[in-house]
């Protein structure tokens, strides 16, 4: 029996935890954003924010392949802002309010995925995101896209 949940798309979930790191991207010399890779090096997904897309508040999630595969805007509600996705989240948790060392939980409080800081190699700044097995690696990658986004980091102009 297949216990993927799909969010974007059932080719993004795998049948075994998968580890992802990722790398920002600086904004003044290439538009800021992050690239997502396996553990093999292999571009998963890349991730474009305003130094890219040109609009405060946007963000793009492409494939691999340099496919756009999940679109995120900010869109004001009242005195905060709110991101708008057509999908719920659950819940998500964040230790010491730093969004490269989080973990998300479902609503069930069962791990979904598990972000820490990396290592810092040469000042570009790497960090992990391991997504359990079943679990939609796109969508988690929106999620951590949203995190840098609000964090101020290399989605946000």
Known sequence: MDNSIPVVSKIF??????????????????????????LSHNVVFVV????????????????GEGEPILFISKKRCGNSFLFQLPFTIGRLALKEENNRDCTIVDCTR????????KE???????YHVEVQSGYDQAFII?????????????TRC
């Open 142 to 154: 929106g999620v951590v896209a949203i995190l840098d986004n609000i964090h101020g980091e290399s």
């Open 110 to 117: 069962k791990i979904v995925a598990q972000m820490g800081r």
């Open 13 to 38: 979930c795998s049948g075994t935890p998968t580890m992802l790191m990722i790398r920002r991207r600086p904004i003044v010399v290439n538009g800021g954003g992050f690239v997502v890779t396996d």
């Open 120 to 126: 810092l190699i040469g000042g570009k700044d790497f």
């Open 48 to 63: 474009d924010g305003c130094g890219i897309l040109g609009s405060k508040g946007e963000i793009m999630v492409k494939d």
